[in-house]
């Protein structure tokens, strides 16, 4: 169905026929969910002319968005709030000896 780019000057990827595996030409799209749309196509070989209709979806991130990632500062703030209180004072416990020892 898709096709990797094959050269610099091709920046687009290609959609081909499931039928006679030619490029078609996308007539329109219609969204039907917020990761999911239907792409209407029309086959461009002339002994074909066929009118597919591919279901593009979003599967996984391979990084999630900047605006996702947590700062270091923020995940340990978030794990010492989820332990119980005791564990928390060993962990202060802890920290004010190394800072004693340096």
């Known amino acids: 169905m898709w096709s990797k780019f094959n050269s610099?000057?091709?920046?687009m990827a290609k959609i081909f026929c499931p039928h006679c595996?030619?490029?078609?030409?996308?007539?329109?799209?219609?969204?039907?969910?917020?990761?999911?749309?239907?792409?209407y196509t029309n086959c461009d070989n002339e002994k074909?002319?066929?009118?597919?209709?591919?279901t593009l979806s979003h599967s996984h991130d391979t990084q999630p968005p900047i605006s996702k990632i947590m700062e270091p500062a923020q995940i340990a703030i978030n794990?010492?709030?989820?332990?119980?209180?005791?564990q928390k004072q060993k962990v202060f416990a802890s920290y004010e000896f190394l800072k004693r020892s340096a």
Do not use: G, K, M, W
């Open 21 to 39: 595996h030619e490029p078609v030409a996308i007539r329109t799209s219609q969204q039907i969910t917020n990761t999911t749309r239907e792409i």
């Open 8 to 11: 610099e000057r091709e920046s």
């Open 48 to 54: 074909c002319l066929a009118r597919p209709v591919f």
């Open 79 to 86: 794990f010492l709030d989820s332990l119980p209180e005791d």
